[in-house]
Structures are given as C-alpha cells and as structure tokens.
C-alpha cells in the first residue's frame, strides 16, 4: 500500500511540475527529485513513467537522470529501453544510455554495444570501452583488441585488460605475436611475472627483453628482486644489465645493488653499482662509501 | 586462507594468538599467500599514508552515532536464516572485512586530523566481534555510511576548489575501490558494476583542469546516483531480504 502512495505521489509530482512550472532550475530540481522518489516504487510501476520522461520534452540532464532508475531495475523492459536509447538518442544522452548498460550488465544488452562501437564514432568507441569496463566484461574488450588495426584503440584495450586484471587475454595476445611494449606494460600493470619473466630471458628480441626486465621491477616483491639479480649476473649485455639495474631500482631492491656491488671486482662496474646505490638513496651507500676510501688508504 | 583472516592479522585485531601463529606458519610455508599478502600490506600501507582532509567533528560524531546504535541493534537482533541466495553468503563472507574497511575509513579521516580524537579503542572491534551473527547489517551499514558520505562531501564541496575537491575526491575514491573489490571477489557482480560506474566520473571530477560548470554538473549526477543506490540498498535491506541485487 505504501508502495502504491509513493509512486502516486512521485508519478502526480512528475506531472504536476511538468504542467504548472516553467522551464526553471526550480522545475528540474523538482523534478529530479520526483525521480528519486520513484526509485521506492515497484519497478513494474515506475518503470512506464520513467518511460514516458524519457519519451517526452525533458532536459538531457533530466532523461539522464531516468536512464539511471532504468539501470536500476531489472525488469527485460527496462533493458530494452536502455538498448533503445543508446541506438536511438544522440550526443551526451547516448553516451549515458550506452554507461547504463554497462550498469545493468544485461548480457543482451552488452552484445548489442559491438554493433554501436563498430559504427560509431570516436566518443561512442569510448563510451562502449567504458561500458565493457564497468560490465567487467573482458572478452567484449579482448575482442576490440584482436580485431582492432589502429595502434591507439589496441593500447586503450590492452591497458583496459590490464587494468581489470585479466592475464588469459593478455597472455592469449602475446602468444598471437602481438607482442609490443603496450603489452609489456599491461603485464606489468596486471602484475603478471610469469609472462614478464618469459620475455625477460628471451633474447630474440632484444627491445622487447630489455623493457620486460624493466618492467619486473614495477612488479617488484621479493620473487622479481631474486630473478633481477640472476638476470644481471646471468647476462653479458649492457642493455640487459643496464635494465636489470632499472629494474632493481624500481623496484627499490638497493640490497640487491649492494649485493653485486660487493662480488663485482670491476672498478668500472663498480663505480657504476655505487652510482646506482647513490641515486637509489640507500642506507648501505655510507658504509660502501666509507669502505671504499678505506681500502683506499 | 583469505583475505579477510589477512587483513586482521595486518592491523593485528580480531585473531587469537593460535589464529596468528596459523597465519604465520600458512605465510612460512605458502609463497603465493605469501606474494598476496605483500600485495595486501602494499594496499593497506598505501590507505595510511593517504593525506587526507580531516573530517568536520559532527560528521566523526555522527558517524560513531551509526556506529554505535547499530551495535545497540545487532545486540538484540534474531538473525534470519540465510537462503540460498549468493548475496548472502557475501554478507557473511565480507562481514569482516566489511566492517574492517568502515573502520579503516574512519580511521583515514581521522588520521592526520585536529577533530577531538581518536576512534574509540572497541569502535569497530566491537561490530566484528561475532560476525556470524553480525554481518549483514554491519555490512549494509558499512556501504550506506560509505555512500552517504561520498553524497553528502560531494554536495558540499566547492565547484571552484580545485586542490580540496582533488583530494577529496580521492579518498572517495580509494573506497569506492575497497567496496567494489569486496563485491567482486564475494560474486556480488551488480553491486561491483555501481560502484566501479562512479569511479571514472570521480576521476573526471578530480581532474585539476575541469571547469566549476563541469564539476557541479559531475557532482549533482553522482550525488543523485548515489541517492538511488542509498534509496534501493536501504529498502532492500529494511525488507529484510537476504538479497541485494543493486
């Protein structure tokens, strides 16, 4: 009964303010708030006027505001509208109707933004990124990434993988030979050593390794520390062993540093490790400093 | 092991002596808890060095208010048994850390600030102290507190105050992620979306370069957003549902 007073008195506010007001701030705060209240009505009820608002002459913002009671409710009408605003509406109202969806997470209503993103434009494409991501929907974004033939749409769809955690597409990408720094990094986000790890001892494509070892130290932790240290000292490049020290500092590995430090017994590599400790801002740089200049006496 | 039982081990609360000893053998022995929980102390690390803004008295006031007639009614409260629905279990699941995160929120407002004092010693130890019995409420609690705050900084702040909104803005936002990660890893998926849909209109929002039109406008749909969402998470829960499918 409560319910039935509540969606009168919110559907009767609705029309009352729609009838007497002007187009006022006023009258949209109002009306705003005719929107909230049906948000306490049965959905059944609330969903046919919130319909009729998104029909009708109401500002964006107020058709906005309705999108999102629509998201709310889990009725097939309400997703069916959803859908039906995202195809049929234009500008900031479309982008809204297309967030929506992502919000509902209706799985027809997701597979119906592919069609949008493949004709739309620039902010649509954003939009149906966005909406993906909110959905946690990682296959919608995993298949922008394989079919996409622009470098900045894959980038955006990598970082997204990364960004939501989803180290099968990432790795599935790297094993298609779409290996590029865009990925690297993305494993590195995603925290994923084991394919970092993989790259990082394959020499066959030295670019490639070089930022894979860089990249471990933005993972960090103990396991990555270990395997820079084994990189650097199992490896004659100067690029890799250059990265490793990135990497170490990255990390904040300065034990690491010292380590190598203390078994080098090459002045150059020596001076360089110690260069390495200074910028690192490591404790143990007074000791090795003062152990230096000692030995030096 | 979860990360419920981690976290508590962390801020060293809520775990016997036996329990500590079990998490430490478990961390001894098990390198891939061992990584997550390095992750976890990162995390939790990363909420106490968070600078954040001081919170006005009333609100700390108002908030140990919540706090604590919400004890008062778990106290006497008979818990319903539990269906078979998922969210269910999710509240009992994340009762903890639920909780937790409430307390580690008042705890980010608090900290660094002039306001009166500190939390009281049993303010959220009390709320976990028998979870089983607990967690629904103490979880519901803790989103509506987190989403009538997040409503109520963002209708006070000020369009033009770049630097506090920033700021503000990301304490908000650090949890925003906290609930949404709870709701993720307990298959609470529509709750997750909600609050994973606000955090690139917060971001939006706390960019230093966003015109005071733009800004009100971002604030007055998130603030009605979070109307909606406080609206249908409080009649859910008064209905004494175990189902919450936000």
């Keep these: ?297 | 092991m979860n990360d419920d039982t981690l976290t508590l081990y962390y801020y060293n609360d809520g775990l016997t002596g036996a329990e500590r000893r079990e998490v430490e053998s478990a961390l001894r022995s098990d390198p891939a808890l061992a990584v997550r929980y390095r992750e976890l102390c990162e995390q939790l690390d990363g909420l106490k060095e968070f600078d954040s803004l001081p919170a006005p008295s009333h609100l700390v006031a108002r908030w140990h208010d919540v706090i604590d007639k919400a004890g008062e009614r778990e106290a006497v409260a008979v818990v319903k048994p539990s269906s078979s629905f998922h969210f269910g279990s999710f509240f009992w699941g994340t009762a903890v850390t639920a909780a937790l995160a409430l307390g580690i929120a008042i705890g980010i407002y608090m900290s660094g600030s002039s306001v009166d004092g500190s939390v009281p010693a049993n303010t959220y130890t009390d709320i976990i102290e028998t979870p089983e019995a607990r967690a629904p409420t103490a979880f519901s609690r803790g989103l509506l507190v987190h989403f009538q705050e997040s409503r109520d900084q963002l209708t006070g702040l000020d369009a033009g105050a770049n630097g506090a909104r920033s700021q503000l803005i990301m304490n908000i936002i650090q949890q925003n992620r906290l609930f949404e990660r709870m709701a993720s890893q307990n298959e609470s998926p529509d709750l997750a979306r909600v609050l994973r849909a606000f955090e690139p209109i917060l971001t939006r929002l706390a960019a230093d370069d966003i015109s005071p039109e733009d800004a009100e406008k971002l604030q007055a749909q998130l603030a009605f957003e979070l109307n909606i969402v406080l609206t249908k998470l409080a009649r859910q829960v008064s209905d004494k549902t175990d189902s919450i499918d936000i």
């Design chain 1, 1 to 297: 009964m409560k319910n039935i007073v509540k969606t009168f008195l919110a559907c009767a506010l609705l029309l009352l303010v729609g009838a007497s007001f002007a187009q006022t701030d006023d009258n949209e705060e109002l009306k705003i708030a005719a929107l909230e209240a049906l948000m306490s009505a049965p959905p059944e009820r609330a969903l046919p006027i919130v319909n009729k608002v998104l029909s009708g002459n109401d500002s964006d913002e107020i058709k906005s505001r309705a999108l999102f009671i629509l998201s709310q409710i889990s009725l097939p009408e309400a997703q069916a509208a959803l859908i039906d605003a995202a195809r049929n509406t234009s500008g900031e109202l479309r982008m809204e109707a297309i967030r929506m969806i992502g919000i509902s997470g209706n799985p027809e209503a997701l597979s119906g933004l592919s069609d949008l993103y493949e004709s739309g434009d620039s902010e649509v494409r954003d939009a149906v990124l966005e909406a993906y991501l909110i959905a946690g929907d990682s296959d919608a974004i995993y298949q922008i990434a394989i079919n996409s033939q622009d470098p900045k749409e894959y980038e955006i769809a990598v970082h997204m993988l990364s960004a939501m955690g989803a180290l099968e597409h990432l790795r599935t990408l790297g094993e298609r030979g779409d290996m590029s720094e865009t990925l690297i990094n993305a494993y590195a986000v995603a925290g994923d050593v084991e394919s970092l790890r993989v790259h990082a001892n394959d020499a066959s494509n030295p670019e490639i390794q070089v930022q894979a070892i860089t990249a471990l130290g933005i993972v960090g932790g103990p396991e990555v520390n270990a395997s820079l240290v084994e990189i650097y000292r199992g490896s004659e490049s100067p690029e890799v062993r250059e990265a490793a020290l990135d990497g170490m500092m990255i990390a904040g590995y300065d034990e690491g540093v010292l380590e190598l430090f203390r078994a080098s017994q090459d002045t150059e590599e020596k001076r360089r490790l110690l260069q390495m400790l200074v910028m690192m801002d490591s404790d143990a740089v007074w000791d090795v400093i003062d152990a230096t200049l000692g030995n030096q006496q």
